[in-house]
């Protein structure tokens, strides 16, 4: 099966500019994440879907972060403006609902973005 | 609020070794703990993982043992390889409504196996 594919790889910016995130689940996962990883943390819940809809977002900075899952497929994380504590790697996962209990997620590769 | 903590930011062992990765967590209603791997420039693979009901589970050269009295858990490597070398994330499971799981994370352990 396919994995979680996520664009770009790697993304700089100044700041204050805008940027987005595009990811596309595995095929049938209804639940899809955005993940920041900071480096030295690890990663950070933003948001959670299901299917095209928002389950969790409290942890969303929603005055510079949006986030969309158009038909419940492919998710767009969008950053505007950019600040320069956003420079992370942004993961996308997807699972189903009980496989995400115990066997965890699928993660994407990321993206990693710089904010000069 | 950290709920899962690795307080050993890395880890080096020699090849053919066992490697002890310790996490530890404040919450009560965590019901799985789960082991991912990072290698770098990549997102992180789910390796192990453990329910809260049990104290031990085995695959292949990998052990996770949970204490739930201490609310300690651990992932033993053996023998260590040096293929393992990555970033290992514990992260805990919890129920947050219906069938709607949701994971936390630690900070992460670097382990290095020197050949």
């Known amino acids: 099966e396919a994995g979680v594919a996520q664009s770009p790889r790697y993304k700089i910016i100044e700041k204050r500019q805008s940027v987005a995130f595009w990811c596309n689940p595995i095929?049938?996962?209804?639940?899809l994440y955005w993940y920041q990883q900071i480096l030295g943390q690890g990663p950070k819940l933003l948001i959670q879907f299901q299917n095209n809809g928002v389950v969790d977002d409290s942890q969303l900075p929603k005055d510079r972060f949006s986030a969309e899952r158009l038909k419940g497929v492919d998710s767009t994380l969008k950053i505007q403006p950019a600040k320069l504590e956003d420079s992370a790697v942004y993961l996308c996962a997807s699972t189903t609902n009980e496989a995400g209990r115990g066997y965890g997620y699928t993660f994407g590769s990321g993206t990693r973005l710089t904010v000069v | 609020d950290q709920q899962v903590k690795q307080n050993s930011p890395s880890l080096s062992v020699q090849e053919g070794r066992i490697s002890i990765l310790n996490c530890d967590y404040t919450?009560?209603?965590?019901?799985?703990f789960l082991w991912y791997k990072k290698y770098p420039a990549e997102g992180p693979t789910f390796l192990i993982s453990i329910s809260s009901i049990k104290d031990k589970n085995e695959d292949g050269r990998f052990t996770v043992f949970l204490n739930k009295s201490a609310k300690h858990l651990s992932l033993h490597i053996v023998p260590s390889q040096p293929g393992d070398s990555a970033v290992y994330f514990c992260?805990?499971?919890?129920?947050?409504?219906?069938?709607?799981?949701?994971?936390?994370f630690g900070k992460g352990t670097l382990l290095t196996v020197n050949p």
């Open positions: 095929s049938g996962h209804a639940t």
């Open positions: 992260a805990a499971s919890w129920n947050s409504g219906g069938s709607n799981y949701k994971l936390t």
């Open positions: 919450n009560s209603m965590f019901d799985y």
